[in-house]
């Protein structure tokens, strides 16, 4: 199998506190994983590529210090949200990159920042 | 670059019937195109692929696409609906040769009706 785990599921913050949220790959290695940000009633959207052992490449528009994101090794990755407002609150998910063009999904990380 | 397009944001069947979700692609390089489904508050599982093999494409629960690509499309279909077929789905692409990175497309509800 390939399973894909996130923790915290949900979490509720207070603004200006920072979040951190892990992505877990637990049958298998992944050099890549992905984050996306899901908006309710909308689509994923890319935020970054986590690569273990180098930076993470930010989409355009995704502010990298905002999201900081560490790949530390081949099976887990990390997505803080520092200093979380309001406009944060969101699905935050996950992706590990098993082999070349298959991806296997978190359960997601449902954040409210109060 | 590549984009993807579903027709139809919501789409309702009743129990039995057929259902069809549309996607079209926009890619300049033979693509790869995947089907998702989401159900409420959770992550996307892999309904199925396709990867430049066979056009027509059987996936898990009895869901098939078929991938034309004088029509620039990757339409989702199963013969018969079922009520546990009612999600999200969301049709995605990725260049050949790209590092993994996924374009999703808008998503489309699916209601399935007793």
């Known amino acids: 199998g390939a399973v894909v785990s996130q923790h915290p599921s949900r979490v509720i913050c207070k603004s200006g506190t920072s979040v951190k949220i892990e992505c877990r790959s637990l049958?298998?290695?992944?050099?890549?994983m992905f984050w996306y940000r899901q908006f309710p009633k909308q689509s994923l959207m890319l935020m970054a590529t986590?690569?273990?052992?180098?930076?993470?490449?930010?989409e355009q528009g995704v502010e990298k210090d905002k999201f900081l994101i560490n790949h530390a090794s081949l099976t887990l990755s990390t997505l803080t949200v520092t200093s979380a407002h309001p406009e944060d609150s969101s699905f935050y998910i996950c992706?590990?990159?098993?082999?070349?063009?298959?991806?296997?999904f978190g359960p997601g990380t449902r954040l409210t920042v109060l | 670059a590549q984009s993807v397009t579903q027709l139809g944001s919501h789409v309702s069947v009743s129990e039995g019937a057929l259902v069809l979700l549309r996607c079209n692609y926009s890619?300049?390089?033979?693509?790869?195109l995947f089907w998702y489904v989401q159900y409420p508050n959770q992550g996307l599982q892999l309904l199925l692929k396709?990867?430049?093999?066979?056009?027509l494409v059987k996936g898990i629960n009895g869901f098939e696409a078929e991938f034309k690509k004088s029509e620039t499309s990757f339409h989702l279909t199963k013969p018969s609906a079922h009520m546990s077929d009612a999600a999200e789905y969301f049709c995605?692409?990725?260049?050949?040769?790209?590092?993994?990175?996924?374009?999703f497309g808008q998503g489309t509800t699916l209601q399935v009706k007793p």
């Open positions: 995605a692409v990725t260049p050949s040769g790209n590092t993994g990175k996924l374009i």
């Open positions: 986590s690569n273990e052992g180098s930076k993470a490449t930010y």
């Open positions: 396709y990867t430049s093999a066979a056009t």
């Open positions: 049958d298998f290695q992944a050099t890549t």
């Open positions: 890619s300049s390089v033979p693509p790869y």
């Open positions: 992706s590990a990159r098993k082999r070349a063009n298959e991806q296997f």
